[in-house]
Nanobody, 125 residues
Framework: QLRLVESGGALVQAGGSLRLSCAAS????????MGWFRQAAGKEREFVAA????????YYADSVKGRFTISRDNTKNTVYLQMNSLKPEDTAVYYC??????????????????WGQGTQVTVSS
């Protein structure tokens, strides 16, 4: 069973940058399709970005395309979310999630098997 732990959330001013990390335990991390989601207060959890097991294929929500970059280092069992040009509307709890092998429904939170506990990102205006 994979275990996920997010870190890197913080309070940042609009226009600033943050890098979130999601550390995974387990020797089969490289087999997992990884996603980042976020949930703002009073709203549903929404897809942010996803990456396949080897890294060359990445997927983004339109709201973050061009500002956020997802990457992974399978030697460190870690997936990252680099967030640039942050906006107040990016404020949310950010979660990483894992799905074994390929996930054709990568934008659907219900398609992921394992979730982290989340990390808070707050962007002030």
């Amino acid at each position: 069973q994979l275990r996920l732990v997010e870190s890197g959330g913080a309070l940042v001013q609009a226009g600033g940058s943050l890098r979130l990390s999601c550390a995974a335990s387990g020797r089969t991390f490289s087999r997992y399709f990884m996603g980042w989601f976020r949930q703002a207060a009073g709203k549903e959890r929404e897809f942010v970005a996803a990456i396949n097991w080897s890294g060359p294929s990445t997927y983004y929500a339109d709201s973050v395309k061009g500002r956020f970059t997802i990457s992974r280092d399978n030697t460190k069992n870690t997936v990252y979310l680099q967030m640039n040009s942050l906006k107040p509307e990016d404020t949310a709890v950010y979660y990483c999630a894992a799905h074994l092998y390929y996930n054709t429904l990568y934008g659907d939170p219900g398609s992921y098997d394992t979730w982290g506990q989340g990390t808070q990102v707050t962007v002030s205006s």
